[in-house]
């Protein structure tokens, strides 16, 4: 199977532009998660989707926003964009079912650089 | 809340030595530990789980609820198991992962 894919790889904007990610699950999976790695902060959780809606949401601004699309593709959205946002964007795909925690395979990332 | 703590950044050792990694964690339920590994300018993967007792690249851990603790161990450590390991910990009911730090592990030749 293919593995987790992301686009872009990497990205360079300025402040107060916003940013479209994309992550494309293994063929099967329904769940995908998004988050945040900095030196600082570490991975941090940012949303889950499964099926096409959000379970769970992290601790970030409403600058920070995703969807899933049927075919379980997902983005994530930031909107005007800090100095801070600069970080490595991970993506985690699992065949998530009601109860329990698969395995979560990630993606290479997206490194996002905010001047 | 849930939280995990990886109390050692960098961890050295020499080929051959035993490794332990540590993880503590705070959760009030019963909780699902992970150890996920970041070689070199790869991508991060799971390197065990705690529910299917397995041990992978020679490296097992065992999850101490009196403790709190899924300290990671290795009896003779080899160089390529230098890397970057993150323990990760999930509540019930499909909660979403949360990650320690991370400790990067040396192995000195």
């Known amino acids: 199977k293919a593995g987790v894919t992301q686009t872009p790889r990497y990205l360079i904007k300025t402040r107060g532009q916003q940013v479209t990610l994309s992550c494309s699950p293994i063929s099967g999976h329904r769940s995908v998660s998004w988050y945040q790695q900095t030196p600082g902060q570490g991975l941090q959780f940012l949303f889950e989707y499964f099926s096409e809606t959000q379970r769970n949401k992290g601790n970030f601004p409403g600058r920070f926003s995703g969807r899933q699309f049927s075919n379980s593709r997902s983005e994530m959205n930031v909107s005007t964009l800090e100095l801070g946002d600069s970080a490595l964007y991970l993506c985690a795909s699992s065949n998530l079912v009601a109860g329990g925690q698969e395995t979560q395979y990630f993606g290479p990332g997206t490194r996002l650089l905010v001047l | 809340a849930q939280r995990v703590t990886q109390p050692e950044k960098l961890l050295s050792v020499f080929k051959g030595a035993p490794v332990e990694l540590k993880c503590n964690y705070s959760y009030s339920g019963s909780p699902e530990l992970f150890w996920y590994v970041q070689y070199s300018r790869q991508r991060l993967q799971l390197l065990l789980r705690?529910?299917s007792r397995e041990s992978i690249k020679g490296f097992t851990a065992d999850l101490n609820k009196g403790e709190t603790s899924f300290h990671l161990k290795k009896p003779f450590a080899q160089e390529e198991d230098s890397a970057m390991y993150y323990c990760a910990l999930s509540g019930s009911g499909n909660t979403p992962l949360v990650f320690g730090k991370g400790t990067r592990l040396s192995v000195i030749a």
């Open positions: 705690h529910i």
